[in-house]
């Protein structure tokens, strides 16, 4: 068997998913919304099913899909793209992710990754023969330096795998971070692979900035979406791919071999959804800023320390400040044991040197579920081991 898997321990998301489940705790671990999604969406997908084509659709994504996707990000981020030569329809980011890094990764090729990171990242990219070069970001700020970044880069740097909005963080990069990314790509000739899944979950009147969109960066990034994240349906599992015509004519041989093809009728309701309105997108980011502050000032008000969220469904409390004697972990798994809430340490996210004293809560619940979470949350602190 590879390594690589073979030796994968469980992973702390399947730990506290069962110790949610074995405790009856309100699940504020894993990152899905519990309202159902946009209905018109939906119906579209379901006519598409009833009435629509079901076979095999193109390999590169539906046309529609293709050109609304094109559009959509002219809108939203001024980028001009080519719906038949710089776009790709992918099952999920997860699948867009997985194919980037087989396709452009060499064995023994270095991999600038910021930790923390999304768990499926190293994984991959050690399954494709590349060798992480980490930059460790911390709280309360969680950002990089050129110092940072000149530590990671070398010669052999062949490609940084950048999430933007962040998870676990919330950290919404804005134009100077990532204008100090683009000139070290730039000066050590390295692609960008940029995770962009949360481009339109933020907040505080943010826009989001996709990396692709700086000079010099049209011809070395790899910009990657989900529609799962932009219309809350998680489970729906499509992902979108643009990158100049070079690059993507190499990331379609390796999704030609791994799914081919993504569901035809969710293509078609995505397709719909893209070209829904600005007050579409504004509202379920108005939605989601008000289910922050509920939970951020009701956390506040039992005593929590909360981090800046700025973007994505999670907001983060660092317990560095409480000076509890116990890590994320250790925490964690008292909150789901003895409080039946479960949350995700952050430390979860670090493959090296982790930050030991943040906890993920999901607030991307109704407001009953969220209030709720508070109410078994409220003597927390009162009685916590010194
Ligand atoms: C940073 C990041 N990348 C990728 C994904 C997976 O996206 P998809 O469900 O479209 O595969 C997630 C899901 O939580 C995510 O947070």
């Known amino acids: 068997m590879n390594p690589v898997f073979a030796n994968l321990p469980v992973s702390v ?22 309202d159902p999604g946009p209905e018109d969406v939906r119906r579209k997908a379901a006519e598409a099913v009833v009435s629509g084509w079901n076979q095999y659709p193109s390999m590169l994504g539906l046309p529609e899909l293709r050109q609304a996707i094109a559009a959509h990000y002219r809108h939203w981020h001024g980028l001009a793209l080519d719906p038949d030569a710089e776009i790709m329809v992918t099952s999920g980011a997860t699948e867009a992710i997985a194919g980037s890094l087989l396709a452009l990764i060499e064995p023994g090729d270095e991999i600038v990754m910021f930790q923390p990171l999304y768990d499926a990242y190293l994984p991959l990219v050690q399954r494709a023969g590349g060798v992480p070069r980490f930059v460790r970001l911390e709280p309360p700020h969680w950002r990089f330096t050129a110092e940072m970044l000149a530590a990671a880069f070398t010669p052999k740097t062949k490609l940084v795998l950048f999430n933007n909005p962040l998870n676990p963080s919330g950290t919404v990069f804005g134009r100077a971070d990532l ?20 481009e339109h979950v933020i907040f505080d009147g943010r826009r989001h900035v996709p990396l692709i969109s700086l000079p010099g960066m049209r011809e070395r990034c790899v910009k990657i979406g989900s529609a ?24 379609a041989k390796a999704h030609q071999f791994i799914t081919f093809t993504t569901a035809p009728n969710l293509q078609a309701a995505v397709a719909y959804g893209l070209a829904k309105t600005d007050a579409y997108f504004e509202g379920m980011r108005r939605d989601f800023q008000a289910s922050r502050d509920r939970f951020a000032d009701g956390l506040r008000s039992l005593g929590f320390p909360v ?27 008292r909150l789901v044991v003895e409080h039946k809430v479960a949350t995700i340490p952050v430390s979860a996210f670090y493959a090296a040197d982790p930050i030991r004293s943040v906890v993920r809560f999901c607030f991307a619940k109704r407001d009953a579920t969220l209030d709720g979470a508070l109410d078994r949350l409220s003597d927390v602190l009162r009685r916590s081991p010194a």
């Open 179 to 198: 204008e100090l990314l683009a000139r070290f790509c730039q000066e050590f000739d390295a692609v960008a692979v940029c995770d962009e899944v949360w």
């Open 307 to 333: 981090l800046d969220a700025q973007g994505t469904y999670f907001l983060n409390v660092d317990l560095a400040p409480l000076g509890l004697n116990e890590d994320d972990e250790t925490f964690c798994k």
């Open 13 to 34: 998301f399947e730990v506290m998913s069962q110790l949610a489940r074995t405790h009856e705790a309100i699940n504020l671990g894993q990152g899905f919304p519990d």
């Open 228 to 251: 799962g994240k932009i219309f809350s349906l998680t489970g729906w599992k499509v992902g979108f791919v643009c990158a100049a015509p070079a690059i993507l004519r190499v990331l």
